[in-house]
């Protein structure tokens, strides 16, 4: 019998084993092996269920999981030994969509903390997280330090969008959102004055600023590549 070992979010005991009933896989998430689990339990201390998110830890073990007749409910022992808790689905996951594709992990963490943000309505958690997803994004594009802009721009994310702007780094049609999205990240920062309009403008602002820097290159590097397989050159 698969097992599993946590907090209880329903009775609040510790440490405490559940028996694990069920599994859907989320798909792989990270480095082309880690992959992600909805995990249904149920506490041997309450015997109510909870959903626990987890993700294989081990390259030995990736794809041995996914078969949901013999995948983790079959697994002999304590899924920890082969896993990473990395919490579990509540009320603060309704309606939370996942970050644009092929985003780096540290990006999409921040993404998704802003959209969860979001869907418990804290306009102003989600605007300061959002213009920090903003912030590791456009920096990853800076050029190096003994090269312009000057390392005031490097600092500010209001200075570095517009000189991303007039240097053509960014796409010009994105600019005039960008200067709303700079004020509207600065005051959930440093005022606390957001609106939920403010905050879905932040929102499809980092959206479409990811897509624009990791999704859309990546599919065409995809599309691309399926296009050499079929003519045989690789």
Partial sequence: MALLTADCPRCGAHHVTFDVKGQKSQGVIAHGWV???????????????????????????????????????????????????????????????????????????????AVTCVSVKCWNAAASMFRLAIDLATKSLLPPADQDPPAKVRRSLGLRLEWMFKSGVLPSEL???????????????????????????????????????????????????RRRERRGEI
């Fill in 175 to 225: 600019e005039p959102l960008a200067d709303c999205i700079k004020e509207d990240g600065n005051d959930g920062a440093h005022a606390g004055s957001l609106t939920e309009n403010e905050a879905l403008d932040l929102k499809d602002f980092t959206h479409s600023l990811l897509e624009r820097l990791y999704t859309v290159p990546k599919r065409l590097e995809l599309a691309a590549l």
């Fill in 35 to 113: 992959e992600r689990f909805e995990i249904f339990s149920v506490c041997r201390h309450c015997h109510r269920s909870t959903v626990f998110i987890a993700d294989n830890n081990n390259y030995d073990s990736r794809g041995i999981w996914r078969d949901e007749s013999s995948g983790v409910v079959t697994c002999k022992g304590y899924l920890n030994d082969y896993f990473e808790l990395s919490g579990y689905v509540s009320l603060k996951d309704e309606g939370v969509e996942d970050p644009p594709e092929y985003i780096p992990l540290d990006i999409a963490a921040v993404y998704t903390e």
